[in-house]
């Protein structure tokens, strides 16, 4: 079984920066994908930013373009999220979540770190 911890959130004044970690065990096959997802108040979830694993491979969401870098450790199988110039919109609670690289929808989610830009 898979299970992912995120930690690192918090409140930021916009313009700031947070690091979201994501640590991952039992990882469920040696190729799988890693992402970010976010959520805000009335919002519907949205994927912020994506790696494959095996080949460091990374896709990001308009809107985080140039602001947020996508991350891994592998010797500690941790994910991370360095979150830079940060703003009011990009409120939201942040999950991580775990994918094998086969299926289309992500199977492991963590419990999701609040993350509040005040303007």
């Known amino acids: 079984q898979v299970r992912l911890v995120e930690s690192g959130g918090g409140l930021v004044q916009a313009g700031g920066s947070l690091r979201l970690s994501c640590a991952a065990s039992g990882r469920p096959s040696s190729t799988y994908v890693m992402a970010w997802f976010r959520q805000a108040p009335g919002k519907e979830r949205e994927s912020v930013a994506v790696?494959?694993?095996?080949?460091?491979?990374?896709n990001y969401a308009d809107s985080v373009k140039g602001r947020f870098t996508i991350s891994r450790d592998n010797a500690k199988n941790t994910l991370y999220l360095q979150m830079n110039s940060l703003k009011p919109e990009d409120t939201a609670v942040y999950y991580c979540?775990?994918?094998?690289?086969?299926?289309?929808?992500?199977?492991?989610w963590g419990q999701g770190t609040q993350v509040t830009v005040s303007s």
């Open positions: 790696l494959w694993w095996s080949g460091g491979n990374t």
């Open positions: 979540a775990l994918r094998d690289v086969r299926d289309s929808e992500y199977k492991y």
